[in-house]
């Protein structure tokens, strides 16, 4: 990397640093679903989410932390997707470094946000409904299960927040590397965007993902964070971990991310531990199949690699072994996903390459 554009980074990082935290009051008694959470408390429980008349009911687990003095209402959600298993278990980490006598303002922890897909142990889709949660936002009160999930976290976690956090890993069929935070870059006011921007600084991974787009269209507003965004909450994404793999290499991050954050914004004691070199990817680059088969990942091929254009990342084979045609990256960049497990069907995103600025 350059010595000009390292200097850059530097300055943009120390900038983010500087910005002020604008302290929003919590409220006294703060009521997530049916919990009730005094100041200076702490409730466990869950938010039901009932049966619209298609059969299926199920709640989402969250821990509410409402601390002793005045402060912003920070969300953090895992479990969008049931089998991205990192944020999941960072979260019960998470509330047992969470002290109310010393925090300011409050914190709503997802545990896990989509227990059809947690139980059901299915990747991207819902078993009930087969929609994608991170596909369904802002949701529907009478709609499928999935669609009332969004809703309710819409309304009763992402409209009650002041940042948020959607914390996803690789999902089980997907090797990711290297671990990432994400921002909308483009969307909303430059305030909002200094804030996300700020929190992905803090979180202390060093690959910073710029999401595009200003989410003017509801198309455009699907996802957890674009809501959060569109609804005029900071927000950011994170990504650490891979095929359902279960490692302190990836829980760990994500844990001392959100603690890193926390701090940076005043909200609990300690020094932040944010990223000094962060590399920002502007523009990605994604690879769809043509077919359906089985997929065959290049023995040499890994996430987190630099993979130069023309590179081969696979081939693909009809379901006897006969092969259909070779995948080969279509720009230079880091390979942030690429399919780890056999299936693929026609249209599946099978690899993303992020693009370094120059």
Do not use: C
Not at 182 to 198: C, I, N, T, V
Not at 227 to 243: C, T, Y
């Amino acid at each position: 990397m350059k010595t000009h554009h390292i200097k850059k980074l530097l300055f943009i990082a120390s900038f983010i640093s500087l910005w002020p935290v604008v302290t929003i009051h919590a409220n006294d008694t703060m009521t997530v679903g049916d919990l009730v959470v005094i100041r200076n408390s702490v409730v466990a429980g869950n938010v039901d989410i009932p049966d619209a008349g298609d059969g299926v009911s199920t709640s989402i687990p969250v821990t509410v932390f409402n601390g002793a003095k005045d402060g912003p209402v920070m969300a953090l959600i895992a479990g969008i997707h049931g089998a991205e298993y990192s944020p999941i278990l960072a979260m019960q980490q998470v509330v047992t470094k969470l002290d109310t006598t010393t925090m300011s303002g409050a914190v709503i922890v997802v545990h896990n946000a989509n227990l059809p897909a947690f139980q059901g142990r299915t990747i991207y889709f819902g078993p009930d409904d087969l929609k994608n949660l991170n596909r369904s936002f802002p949701g529907e009160a009478e709609g499928s299960v999935t669609e009332r999930i969004a809703h309710v976290l819409t309304e009763q976690v992402i409209e009650q927040s002041d940042y948020l956090m959607d914390i996803h890993s690789g999902d089980a069929n997907e090797r990711l590397g290297p671990s990432y935070t994400a921002y909308y870059a483009e969307a909303g006011s430059p305030e909002l965007r200094e804030k996300s921007r700020r929190m992905t600084v803090a979180f202390g991974l060093d690959t910073v993902v710029l999401f595009g787009g200003d989410l003017s269209s509801p198309d455009s507003q699907i996802y957890t964070s674009a809501q959060a965004v569109a609804l005029g909450v900071p927000a950011m994404d994170v990504e650490s971990g891979e095929l359902g793999v279960v490692s302190a290499d990836y829980i760990d991050p994500i844990t001392d991310g959100v603690i890193s954050v926390m701090r940076d914004l005043d909200m609990i004691p300690g020094e932040a531990t944010p990223t000094n070199l962060p590399v920002f990817i502007k523009e990605r680059a994604r690879v769809y199949s043509d077919y359906d088969g089985v997929w065959h990942l290049s023995p040499r091929i890994e996430a987190g690699q630099y993979v130069h254009e023309g590179t081969i990342l696979g081939t693909i084979t009809d379901y006897h072994g006969n092969r259909l045609g070779k995948v080969t990256a279509p720009d230079s960049g880091i390979l942030l996903i690429v399919f780890g497990t056999p299936p693929v069907n026609q249209g599946d995103n099978i690899a993303v390459i992020g693009l370094v600025n120059p």
